[in-house]
């Protein structure tokens, strides 16, 4: 029985210099094949015209780019956009594309579902079903850009934030290949500084990270002590505040970043309050570090609601009072369901964690 078609997406620069050197080819096709994926655009060999007739018909034999199917794209009423992308028979994930007057950022998913469980996201409290492969993350990348006519001087994506579904550092293996396509400049060329992973806390990949790639690092804190934070994001319970923020640290230190960025969720009535805010502060005082304030964006179920405004102006003053850079992040896409925290995808649950999730955020409110 012939063996599956390999997909070419699941390979960086390097994985595809192995490839075609396995094949008897020299290293710079590996450049060639990637000026025709992600260049181009292209994913017909036959069009490949700088590859020989031998070589084309080995690649059609024995690889393929596959790309997921798109199953609908939604548009917000502030030009957000959200694309359900089928990765299998059962599973679809959920990427969005936020438009801005200087930039546009995608925010791409890593996991069907998510393994973490979170009381106030709606990725976590459907549960878990798989990781997503390399080829599967890239590709979201490449089907947002085929979708916006990003090409060529036309290029509509500008910074890439792994925020999308799922915990990025809990699928390491298949997120770094895809960040290296991200940042290639036979890729998407996208600066270093331009692409994000966003984690809740993972440490020992946080210091993985550290050593394999040049991007900027956003943490999901949403608390200012690990009691309120055990709550919150479980993981806490593994990889406490202390020992997560050494690790930024070292982070910032190797990476000679400016800053990293601190994600806080405002909940009503549980991590909003002006001594939250001061907390956060001193907490902070020695990790160079910008405040990025997220309201709680409601999803079906939750027990959880948003901050009222001046709850949130009030936080942000005390944050800027003591000298650190702090923005609320704009909800967008709300009413596509696209906005942070509200992204669900549709997906066979193999955790049964929807319910567990449900407990926890009315216990966590209690």
């Not at 007739?53 to 393929?64: G, S, T």
């Not at 959200?82 to 930039?103: G, H, S, Y």
Request: proline share 4%; net charge positive; aromatic share 8%.
């Amino acid at each position: 029985m012939k063996n599956a078609p390999i997909n070419l997406l699941n390979h960086d620069r390097a994985g595809l210099e192995t490839l075609f050197l396995d094949m008897g080819e020299q290293k710079f096709r590996a450049q060639q094949a990637m000026k025709w994926i992600y260049g181009e655009q292209n994913l017909d060999f036959d069009a490949w015209s700088n590859f020989s007739k031998v070589l084309r018909a080995r690649l059609k034999d024995d690889y393929q780019v596959a790309v997921p199917t798109l199953l609908s794209e939604q548009v917000s009423k502030d030009g957000t956009i959200k694309w359900l992308l089928k990765v299998d028979e059962v599973n679809a994930v959920e990427t969005v594309f936020i438009p801005e007057k200087n930039r546009g950022t995608l925010c791409v998913s890593s996991q069907v579902g998510c393994t973490l469980n979170c009381t106030f996201c709606a990725t976590g409290a459907q549960g878990f079903n798989r990781h997503l492969t390399t080829a599967e993350i890239i590709a979201q990348v490449w089907v947002a850009a085929k979708q916006l006519g990003h090409h060529g001087l036309d290029r509509k994506i500008t910074n890439v934030v792994m925020m999308g579904m799922g915990e990025p550092l809990a699928n390491y293996s298949q997120v770094l290949p895809a960040l290296n396509i991200m940042r290639d400049d036979f890729g998407f060329g996208l600066a270093n500084r331009r692409v994000t992973v966003s984690t809740a806390g993972l440490v020992p990949y946080i210091d993985r990270l550290n050593a394999d790639a040049d991007v900027s690092l956003a943490i999901s804190l949403h608390a200012p002590h690990d009691e309120l934070r055990n709550q919150l994001v479980p993981l806490n319970k593994k990889y406490n505040i202390k020992t997560l923020l050494a690790s930024c640290k070292n982070f910032i230190q190797n990476k000679r970043k400016a800053r990293i960025t601190i994600e806080y969720t405002l909940i009503d009535g549980m991590n909003d309050r002006p001594e939250h805010a001061r907390a956060l502060c001193k907490l902070l005082a020695n990790i160079p570090s910008k405040i990025n304030l997220i309201p709680f964006n409601p999803f079906p179920g939750t027990a959880f609601k948003q901050s009222q405004p001046e709850a949130i102006e009030a936080f942000k003053g005390v944050c800027m009072k003591n000298g650190f850079i702090t923005t609320v992040r704009k909800t967008r896409g709300d009413d596509i369901a696209a906005a942070c925290g509200q992204l669900a995808g549709e997906f066979m649950d193999r955790t049964r964690r929807s319910a567990q999730i449900k407990k926890m955020q009315l216990e966590v409110v209690a």
